[in-house]
């Protein structure tokens, strides 16, 4: 039975075993990682432990791009302020999406003292009922914090007894950020909410096929339809790549589910197939979509770097039987690509970089680089499941060895091991960009909607970056002489992984 059959979703140190806690080198972490079926040795914790992200960061990015929704943040005050943050993404992808800037739209109970002690219950009801009457949204996601988890607010319940007073469709989707240190429980948390709430609107219906002749276009229309599922994994210019290669083998493309319509979600039900962009993103989905409408999936490959894309087309055209046509595709695709990339792996050559981000990014992103020219100086990943094993394995026989840390966030670690392992060029997020510019790291963000970064143009667009910004390092060079980072001498002379709870490899 699938886990939509609950209210939510459950978190992923019971569900796959994910840790955040672990250091060694590439080597000792597949020794650790790979063929035992995922998790950390030795439960994976820190002693010591910097402030991180919770989960309801990554859950609302997604939510915020939704098209006709608004955002009620069931929580204490504070609780989903990101939003602000995230705002910009919503503005530029719905212009890249539907041709307008939309703001998100997100409001708040903001739970005090009182309502803490005798129960928010009251106040989310007149929420949702004032937001259905104020904004007429299509869609309301109720996306409950750490404040009604821990008063016990029946937050399904209530959403339950108001669905009949207002012409929105209720959402609720679980944020409670102290139920899990893993934030990428995050997308199994909205992909919940959604699957159990907009894919059998009552409103939709299946087609009405009257004759043998329609029911046979219905069926090869659903035969040549994938659904590209991007939880937060590529922008527009990203799905745009994707969509080009996946035309190339004949088939149409459904992306699910940011910036997708709510009221088209439905959608998602008649696909031949589905294909993850990034298998940590997305396994929580596309099991659903099988068990509960037969719909097979693929979950292997992030397109990131030439040799991953190369598979992962090989893999999508294995379901339309245009395995030929791949090839064709491939041979085209990666000559042009070579002659392209020519002058900036002479310059890239020998080149050490150091990469940062979630799991699969991180390991995908490493095997770019090296395809670049790079050497891999050190990597980091945000946390470990079951699915990356392959990566490492691809990094294991053409990389070599080198230090790996899996981390949420945890700049304390990162700044030691950017000290030792002196790498000429550091990718990764915002968190990651800022200890390692000031340290005069030239720094390059690993993810950003706006740029790209998948198939075969972003191998191509990455390596035009990086050669612009390492052609010219100063600002970094300026930036460690005049910023310091907040750690003491002594710490750089520690072992990185000091406070990691036997989880540490060396
Ligand atoms: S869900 Fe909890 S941890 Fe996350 S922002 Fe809200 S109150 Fe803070």
Redesign the pocket.
Known sequence: MSYLSGSEAPKREDRLKSCIAWGGTLHSACNTFCGNGGGCAAGGDREFSQGSI?L?LPGISMINTLKDNVNLLH??V???VCSHSQNANARSGGLAHYGRVKDALWVSTALNESEVINGGEGKLRAAIIEVDRLYRPRTITVVS???PGLIGDDVDGIVNQVQGEVSARLIPVH????KTKIWATAYDAVYHGLGRTLLDDPEIREPVIPDDEERFRFEEQKKRTVNLLNVSSMGKLDEDELTRLLAMLGLEVNIFPVFADTQAMYKVKYAGFSISTCPTHDDYFCKFLEQEYGIPYILKHMPIGIENTNQWIRDAARFPGKEEAAERIIKNENARLDKALKPYREFFRGKRVFVSAGEFRALATANLLHELGFEIAGLRSFHHDEFAAGEYEKLKKTAGDFPFNIANVQPFEEANLLKRSKPDLFLGHWNGNSTSAKLGIPSHVIYNTGLSYIGYRGAFEIARRLYRQLRNPAFNEHLRRYVNLPYREEWYREDPFKYIKGGADV
């Open positions: 919770c309801m929580g204490a504070g609780c989903g914090g750490c404040v944020c409670e950020g102290f």
